[in-house]
């Protein structure tokens, strides 16, 4: 059995993004890499979206950019704009063959299906795969999404809409999505912010086909791609060990209000490749205590209180567009983090504070 330098378990976003920053700044020029992944093939998958706030490497595998956005309820609707901070969709069919383009180049990098196939006792492993099935009661963000392309333009594909609150809620929080790609085709998904044990909110098709003919207005489409998912919106982040360093949302890397990961998975992984060489001493590599706090109050009030959340959310994006992006995205300052709480119901927030 071989032995390698660094092992990788799990070659999705964060391996992969791992992988991939390592070798383009020469760390595997003399070290050796071992990828664990069991799926067969990499295909589109997953969109990743997020702000711009920062450079990263996978510009080439953006579908496209967009400076605007609108967030509605029911009864309102709001409307940003931002050309600073474009809002970006990754394509991970792009992603990967970008990524495995560039590793195949270099024989020190290898893949298996499973850690029993190679040496692991001198090895620096990283880990993105939960071992264990995390908590289905806790909160969660689950959502499918379609993208679907219509005979005739019918999309501004200069806007999206972030947040579509003017759906059945169930008790829950729901919220439709919306990403023209063109004047025909668009990527629409349907959102929960809930536990997973309740089947009822996973009827995702029959969502998306009501959603689509009764408040888009769009009878006649073709289906080209479909995703489904689940984000943990709680705290099931591995603490690193002597041995193992956790990245991706196992390394808490999730935004836990959110669920936006893409770019914090990047950052994490140039602060890896600046630090391989002490990667041990390092300190471990966070969000911030700032928003793992406010995020924490955020989530109580929505478990109990639902009802209240699509105004909520409505009311936080009532400021500039610069304050709500860098605060979403990690990078405000405290007086960005000010502006935002201000919007917040005082007696709700507080009494998620004190309990």
């Known amino acids: 059995m071989k032995e390698f330098d660094y092992i990788i378990i799990g070659g999705g976003c964060a391996g992969l993004s791992l992988a991939y920053e390592l070798e383009i700044n020469d760390k595997l020029k003399d070290k050796t890499l071992a990828i664990i992944e069991t799926r067969e093939e990499y295909k589109r998958d997953k969109t ?7 450079d990263h490497n996978f510009d080439d595998c953006v ?8 967030i509605n309820t029911s009864e309102n609707l709001h409307e940003l704009s931002n050309k600073e901070f474009p809002y970006q ?69 200069d806007i999206i809409n972030l947040m579509d609150f003017n759906c059945d809620q169930r008790n829950d929080v729901h919220f439709f999505y919306t990403l023209p790609f063109s004047k025909n085709r668009a990527l629409i998904e349907t959102t929960w912010l809930s536990g997973l044990e309740d089947q009822s909110l996973r009827d995702y098709d029959l969502q998306l086909e009501n959603y689509i003919e009764n408040n888009l207005g769009i009878k006649n489409y073709k289906i080209n791609f479909t995703e489904k998912g689940a984000i943990p919106l709680f705290s099931p982040s591995l603490k690193n060990s002597n041995k193992i360093i956790n990245i991706g949302s196992a390394g808490g890397m999730t935004r836990l209000s959110t669920g936006y990961t893409f770019l914090n998975i990047q950052e994490h ?23 793992h706090f406010l995020d924490k109050v955020f989530l109580k009030v929505l478990k ?4 209240k959340m699509p105004q909520i959310f409505f009311n936080m994006f009532k400021t500039s567009s610069n304050t709500i992006i860098k605060f979403l995205s990690n990078k405000s300052n405290i007086f960005e983090d000010i502006n935002i709480i201000s919007k917040m119901p005082k007696l709700i927030f507080l009494r998620a504070l004190l309990n």
Request: proline share 2%; aromatic share 18%.
């Open 48 to 54: 990743w979206s997020f702000w711009k706030v920062f």
């Open 304 to 307: 109990k209180h639902p009802k």
């Open 89 to 157: 969709s990754i394509d991970s069919g792009k992603f990967y063959k970008k990524i495995n383009s560039k590793l195949s180049t270099n024989s020190n990098i290898s893949f298996f299906k499973g850690l029993n196939e190679i040496k692991t006792e001198n090895s620096i492993i990283f880990n993105s795969i939960f071992e264990k099935e995390l908590d289905k009661s806790e909160l969660w963000q689950h959502f499918q999404g379609i993208e679907i392309e219509t005979p005739k333009n019918i999309f501004d594909e």
């Open 269 to 291: 992984s140039r602060y890896i490749v600046k630090n391989i060489d002490n990667i041990y001493d390092a300190k471990t590599f966070s969000l911030g205590k700032k928003y």
């Open 63 to 70: 579908i496209k950019n967009w400076n605007n956005f609108t």
